[in-house]
């Protein structure tokens, strides 16, 4: 498994919003300013289906993260289940006017869990960027 983690300084129901709106998720869902995510659908509920486009901007990489959620608690936890059957989760322990949040998640094949791990912490990162600007 890996796990990725940040720190973001801004109320739970904030963080909350930003991290399920299909429109905040296109502004933040991208671990470099070379990357974006043109399209994002997200029905957060259980056994909601999610799909966020993420792509180089110069299209030389595109792809499709999608699954489903298996539960979701509001301010709490999303678990997920990804179309190729890994799975993962998002926790958001709130605390004052801080939100850690942790993702755990099952690592492809394809690709070295080390720079999967710096794909993902540096999406997270960004969330955080984009949530403590806005």
């Given at each position: 498994?890996?796990t ?10 904030k ?9 905040h998720?296109?502004?933040w869902?991208n671990p470099t ?22 792509a ?12 489903f959620?298996?539960k979701?608690e509001?301010f ?5 289940k ?19 949040i942790i993702?755990i ?9 080390n ?9 997270i ?9 806005n």
């Open positions: 498994m890996i990725v983690q940040t720190i973001v300084n801004a109320p739970i129901d963080v909350w919003e930003f991290w399920t709106i299909p429109k998720i296109q502004g869902n300013d070379e990357w974006h995510t043109p399209y994002v659908e997200n029905d957060v509920q259980d056994e909601g289906k999610f799909r966020y486009t993420m180089t901007k110069d299209e030389s990489i595109s792809f499709d993260y999608e699954g959620y298996t979701v509001k709490h936890v999303l678990r997920y990804l179309v190729d059957n890994r799975i993962g989760s998002v926790q958001f322990e709130s605390q004052n006017n801080q939100v850690k993702e998640f099952e690592p492809n094949t394809e690709n070295p869990v720079e999967q791990r710096q794909f993902c912490q540096g999406v990162d960004n969330f955080k960027k984009y949530a403590e600007a």
